[in-house]
T-cell receptor, first 109, second 114 residues
Framework: GQNIDQPTEMTATEGAIVQINCTYQ??????LFWYQQHAGEAPTFLSY??LDGLEEKGRFSSFLSRSKGYSYLLLKELQMKDSASYLC??????????WGAGTKLIIKP | DAMVIQNPRYQVTQFGKPVTLSCSQT?????MYWYQQKSSQAPKLLFH???????NEADTPDNFQSRRPNTSFCFLDIRSPGLGDAAMYLC?????????????FGPGTRLTVL
């Protein structure tokens, strides 16, 4: 079956760095998305990886290892507004998104 | 600004009373999606349209129906809402079905069933 695993909740301190991990099993693979979702709001796009390696975009970076079925989202210089859920979604052979349940990130001052 | 709009943002209905949620988009995207998301859970795809080609997910209950009268609008009809249908309903669009395209989400409609 198809599955996305990510931690349910993480806590980090303002100004610090946090890494949110995601492992995936999809039938076929056409890339992996990360979305940010604030409580009660819609998901917004953060990143898309289809090749191995690290993609950097400002304070946020996303990494992919296809051989390991693994990705992570790295958030640097954490701000209070980064408190949100972070959803990992794999793209299967039919270009359907297989969503994880999200990692709730709590930022403490 | 090009966007995905959902109305209403909050909908309250009675158990068993039909309800319709609406979505419109100004992105001129071919693909539109309806998701159901419950608290702390992954979004669950209910339907998607590629243009007028309707695709029903295998595990979407018959209680849920959808209409797309034109490119810009899409509706979700819940014929007889149960307490278990209380959730956030998200509409999303993408420019094409083939290829891993970013999905653009509306703000969602939070449905409460009394």
């Amino acid at each position: 079956g198809q599955n996305i695993d990510q931690p349910t909740e993480m806590t980090a301190t303002e100004g610090a760095i946090v890494q949110i991990n995601c492992t995936y099993q999809t039938s076929g693979f056409n890339g992996l998305f990360w979305y940010q979702q604030h409580a009660g709001e819609a998901p917004t796009f953060l990143s898309y990886n289809v090749l191995d390696g690290l993609e950097e975009k400002g304070r946020f970076s996303s990494f992919l290892s296809r051989s390991k079925g693994y990705s992570y989202l790295l958030l640097k210089e954490l701000q209070m507004k980064d408190s949100a859920s972070y959803l990992c979604a794999g793209v299967d052979s039919n270009y359907q998104l297989i969503w994880g349940a999200g990692t709730k990130l709590i930022i403490k001052p | 600004d090009a966007m995905v709009i959902q109305n209403p943002r909050y909908q309250v209905t009675q158990f068993g009373k039909p309800v319709t949620l609406s979505c419109s988009q100004t992105l001129n995207h071919n693909v539109m999606y309806w998701y159901q998301q419950k608290s702390s859970q992954a979004p669950k795809l209910l339907f998607h349209y590629y243009d007028k080609d309707f695709n029903n997910e295998a595990d979407t209950p018959d209680n849920f129906q959808s209409r797309r009268p034109n490119t810009s609008f899409c509706f979700l009809d819940i014929r007889s809402p149960g307490l278990g249908d209380a959730a956030m309903y998200l509409c999303a669009t993408s420019s094409k079905r083939e290829g891993a395209e970013e999905q653009f989400f509306g703000p969602g409609t939070r449905l409460t069933v009394l």
